[in-house]
């Protein structure tokens, strides 16, 4: 791979940011879109030494470019070039979470490590709804975004790694030993409660600086990870449902782990204390107060009311101008799938990425999930918000293709002010197709 070179007439490759044992990561330059994406170069030894692994490949990036999520590093293109096979991705500004810890060898703060985790085990339920297992989930693979936002990355590879029987490529085994659980250093199958014990393994780094197991060869990982129960995370400020819940996680049998909706439970109430009594209620009267209810209602995991107090939650939470907090609870409002609050809480991400995320990505993604539920109040809405986002950006083809949608959608506020739209874009931009 040389820089200069145009791959599929499309990328204009810049430079190399990295490699690993599998490929390597370049920059490149998106000439239809114009814009700057990373693509992955798999080795070419690897595609050659095993076919398997190459049939493999194709049928992850075939599901990869189809996962849209956040949490996700969108896969966009996939393809051959001069034997060489390559992903094209989002190319991400920030760093990997395995450099943040290491300016905190004693651990984040709890709260920090808790929404962190939250947002990884969101990304990974829907990944995994799609039959995609991660294998080498751990900290130098999730990358922190402005905003303490966490990306997913290397999806689109994840199958080569489960190619052969022994895991293992010239003897190398693939996965990460600190974050490995003990299925894969069997050669057992792997299911997403792999990717969950790599989670607990994670969660311990975050809050004590270090991961469960000290090695330090892969031998003496191993061992550890096969026979020694993990240690408990006993700091004074860690909550005790914490070191619970990564106890939990770190079982050496799947089969015990619990799923991602336990976990996701719990590590919202980490954030509340074990046993509220009247006593620790706020005064009657402002947002404390509201705050202590609202939470109460979801706790209560009614399937009506929990959903819609995490979205009432969330927009107050925007009042006050605690973004994170709005993305917290507007996420698993989205998460719900409640009729009501799920529809509403997409497109109010959606917005609140567009207007304080800083990320485009992102917030187009919670537009067309938003558009995906086919609410008949949000998706319209959401259509005739995405297009004004994508008019924003210079993409004209997109906003005219979602203005027409709102248009068409009979809506009673969309569609007339889309039609008003495309009007005005029609008459601004009479030579654009």
Known sequence: MRTGLEIAGRYRVEEKLGQGAFGEVWTAEDLLRERRVAVKFLHRHVADSEPLWLSKFRQEARIAVRLNHPGVTSVEDFGEYDGQWHLVMELLDGRDLGREIAGHPQGLEPGRAVRLVEQVVRALRAAHEHGIVHRDLKPGNLMLLAGDRIKICDFGIAHIAEATASHSIDGRQVGTPAYMAPEQWL???????????????????????????????????????????????????????????????????????????????????????????????????????????????????????????????????????????????????????????????????????????????????????????????????????????????????????????????????????????????????????
Do not use: C
């Not at 990425?353 to 995906?372: L, M, Q």
């Open 187 to 433: 050669g057992q199958p792997v299911d997403h409660r792999t990717d969950l014990y790599a989670v607990g393994a994670i969660l311990h780094t975050l809050l004590t600086g270090a991961p469960p197991f000290p090695g330090p060869t892969v031998t003496a990982f191993m061992g550890q990870h096969l026979t020694l129960p993990p240690p408990p995370v006993t700091h004074s400020d860690i909550p005790a449902r914490l070191s619970d819940l990564i106890q939990n996680l770190l079982h050496k049998d799947p089969a015990d782990r619990p799923d991602h909706t336990f976990v996701l439970n719990a590590l919202a109430a980490s954030a509340e204390p074990a046993d509220p009594s009247a006593a620790d209620r706020p005064p009657a009267g402002g947002i404390e107060a509201a705050r202590y209810w609202f939470v109460k209602t979801i706790e209560t995991e009614d399937e009506d009311q929990a959903p819609r107090a995490m979205l009432n939650l969330g927009l107050l939470e925007w009042g006050q101008e605690n973004h994170e907090a709005v993305r917290s609870w507007l996420a698993r409002a989205a998460d719900s799938g409640h009729s009501y609050a799920a529809p509403l809480a997409m497109h109010n991400l959606a917005i609140l990425e567009r207007d304080h995320g800083g990320d485009t990505e992102v917030a187009r993604s919670w537009f067309v999930k938003a558009i995906e539920t086919e609410d008949e109040d949000q998706a319209p809405r959401a259509m005739l918000n995405l297009a004004m986002f994508e008019w924003g950006q210079g993409d004209l083809g997109a906003t005219r293709s979602w203005l027409l949608k709102a248009a068409d959608s009979g809506h009673s506020y969309a569609a007339p002010l889309a039609m008003h739209n495309l009007a005005i874009l029609e008459r601004d931009h009479r030579s654009t197709d």
